[in-house]
């Protein structure tokens, strides 16, 4: 499904607003983890600044160990630092990843802003090479710009 058709759908979740926060997050990682043939595992973590910590908030796709990631380990650490976008097309070129699943072979991470404050991301593992493209970086930042709406 093409991103501008996912935008609606993102959208009319987030508006849910008797749901709780955590399950409209939910219900996204669930419509982009079961919609996007190459989202394998879709998560959002958030920021504990005061323990330079990240927190899993909400996921869909296989369950994780990694429910706290310190600033500065894996991919999530170093977003959670550097306030950007991190692409990794080959997880095993990377000395600092975290292996969530032996099948995982790519992952990209966008962080998301809340008044000019990093608070949080958007982290998503494929079990395809290389799969992720600029307009995935975009219409992330796009979810994670409707997300901090509702924060």
Known sequence: MPFD???PKVTTILAH???SIGQRLTEICELLQTTMGYYDWVGFYFANHKEKTLHLKAFA????DHTVIPFGK??????AETNSNFVVADVKAQNN???CSMYVKAEIVVPL???GKNV???DID???EDPFSEEDERFLEWVNQQVAEIL
């Open 120 to 122: 949080g991301q958007i």
């Open 97 to 99: 990843y975290i292996a």
């Open 74 to 79: 894996g991919i999530c650490g170093q977003v």
């Open 126 to 128: 494929s079990h395809t």
């Open 17 to 19: 607003d008797k749901e």
């Open 5 to 7: 058709a996912l935008k």
């Open 113 to 115: 802003f809340k008044d």
């Open 61 to 64: 796709g296989e369950p994780t």
